[in-house]
């Protein structure tokens, strides 16, 4: 059973850099999507971007200036940076699998998510 | 971007009565090189990561109870809970995968 942990602060200061790590375990990494989505408290989901196990990446046009995502295989991790917070990226971030190996799929397994606060 | 906005916000249903939750595309999510429709429907508890229920608008997901069916085509789509169990209170999005990903807001699904 495939199973994914983000981990990270909990907490970030404004201006600064949001990181977050996705471990996947019980599979590989290779052969899929891997998602990070997020959902500010009280709102709905919002998905941030991809990155392909190959390292090809695609972000959320609202939020690309911003985000950078990155993969190591040899750790089966993939990571999220999000730099320049404000208190408007508060929110709990979830990472998530592509159900097959296309770029166009739903997402079949996710993270337990981990709930970041931009705070000072 | 496609927009997808849900309706209703939120209702109430008494146990073992259906549900039904609609869902519109501000296009098309149906490709026409291979006729499939890129809905899915996903049930989130609090606490919980989203559960992945529904997709290709109407294919149920493994293990999913049968009380729960996707339908539509185009830009309509409704997610219908045919006899509500206690436990299928959540918040129930609708998110098209044909352009990127893109979520509707959400429709809260309670007892009455």
Redo the contacts between chains.
């Keep these: 059973q495939v199973q994914l942990q983000e981990s990270g602060p909990g907490m970030v200061k404004p201006s600064e850099t949001l990181s977050l790590t996705c471990t996947v375990s019980g599979g590989s990494i290779s052969g899929y999507y891997w998602?990070w989505i997020r959902q500010p408290p009280g709102k709905?989901?919002?998905?941030i971007g991809y990155i392909y196990y190959s390292g090809n990446t695609?972000y959320?046009?609202s939020l690309k200036s911003r985000v950078t995502m990155s993969l190591d295989a040899s750790k089966n991790q993939f990571s999220l940076n999000l730099t320049s917070v404000t208190a408007a990226d508060t929110a709990a971030y979830?990472c998530?699998r592509s159900?097959t190996s296309s770029s166009?799929?739903?997402?079949?397994y996710?993270?337990?998510?981990t709930l970041v606060t931009v705070s000072s | 971007?496609i927009v997808m906005t849900q309706s209703p916000e939120s209702l109430a249903v008494s146990l073992g009565e259906r549900a039904t939750i609609n869902c519109k595309s501000s296009q098309s999510v149906l490709s026409s090189s291979n006729n499939k429709t890129?809905l899915?429907w996903?049930q989130?508890k609090p606490g919980?990561?989203?559960?992945?229920l529904i997709?290709w608008a109407s294919t149920r997901?493994f293990g999913v109870p049968d009380r729960f069916s996707g339908s539509g085509s185009g830009t309509d789509f409704t997610l219908t809970i045919s006899s509500l169990q206690a436990e299928d209170v959540a918040v129930y999005?609708c998110?098209q995968?044909?352009s990127?990903?893109?979520?509707?807001?959400?429709t809260k699904v309670e007892i009455k």
């Excluded at chain 1, 709905?44 to 998905?47: A, H």
């Design positions: 998602s709905g989901l919002e998905w695609n959320n046009p979830y998530a159900k166009r799929s739903p997402f079949e996710w993270g337990q998510g | 971007d890129y899915t996903y989130h919980q990561p989203p559960k992945l997709y997901e999005y998110q995968y044909y990127l990903w893109t979520f509707g807001q959400g």
